[in-house]
T-cell receptor, first 114, second 113 residues
Framework: DARVTQTPRHKVTEMGQEVTMRCQPI?????VFWYRQTMMQGLELLAY????????DSGMPKDRFSAEMPDATLATLKIQPSEPRDSAVYFC????????????FGPGTRLTVL | GDSVTQMEGPVTLSEEAFLTINCTYT??????LFWYVQYPGEGLQLLLK?????DKGSNKGFEATYRKETTSFHLEKGSVQVSDSAVYFC????????????FGAGTRLFVKA
């Protein structure tokens, strides 16, 4: 059963610390998305990659957020330095193959910045 | 730009009641339309989809018909269960191979026993 995996599932950190979230897309999927979900803003697209190249990161605060795909099996989202307003659930999703425009979401990383 | 508008929640129903969640869209061209569902503590998952006008997507008793003339994709279920309590997202994706999906704001459904 192919799934998107995300680690860690929960992260509590203090303001100013670096946070790294990881995502393993479904094998064979060539598109990876990062989303942030909060009660106030709902689901926001932060960035997405095609064949490991960034296509759109306009939703991401550039000064503190960065997203990369070091290889086809790993996507990372970093926040440095973290702030309390970054507290949210961060989702990774992947797409590709036959179900070309269906997105498969991971379980999310719940981030709390104190 | 493309957009999706869905009815605000929360929607509260009794078990076995009929469900409708309205969704309308704005898009250039002929997008694919989706309903995703998010259960508590989980990521979104695809519930159903339709890729062209007049197509009906269906899954787990839920249905939605792609209506190009009214630019709508309303979600319906004839008899809801407590286990259907979740947040439902209407979404569209342009059929240009981009995979980027525009999501609605989500509608929270509570079903009471």
């Amino acid at each position: 059963d192919a799934r998107v995996t995300q680690t860690p599932r929960h992260k509590v950190t203090e303001m100013g610390q670096e946070v790294t979230m990881r995502c393993q897309p479904i094998l064979g999927h060539n598109t990876v998305f990062w989303y942030r979900q909060t009660m106030m803003q709902g689901l926001e697209l932060l960035a997405y990659f095609r064949n490991r190249a960034p296509l759109d990161d306009s939703g991401m605060p550039k000064d503190r957020f960065s997203a990369e795909m070091p290889d086809a099996t790993l996507a990372t989202l970093k926040i440095q330095p973290s702030e309390p307003r970054d507290s949210a659930v961060y989702f990774c999703a992947s797409a590709g193959g036959q179900a070309y425009n269906e997105q498969f979401f991971g379980p999310g990383t719940r981030l709390t910045v104190l | 730009g493309d957009s999706v508008t869905q009815m605000e929640g929360p929607v509260t129903l009794s078990e076995e009641a009929f469900l409708t969640i309205n969704c309308t869209y704005t898009a250039t061209g002929y997008p694919s339309l989706f309903w995703y569902v998010q259960y508590p503590g989980e990521g979104l998952q695809l519930l159903l989809k339709a890729t062209k006008a007049d197509d009906k997507g269906s899954n787990k008793g839920f249905e939605a018909t792609y209506r190009k003339e009214t630019t709508s994709f309303h979600l319906e279920k004839g008899s809801v269960q407590v286990s259907d309590s979740a947040v439902y997202f209407c979404a569209l994706s342009a059929n240009t191979g981009g995979f980027k999906t525009i999501f609605g704001a989500g509608t929270r459904l509570f079903v009471k026993a």
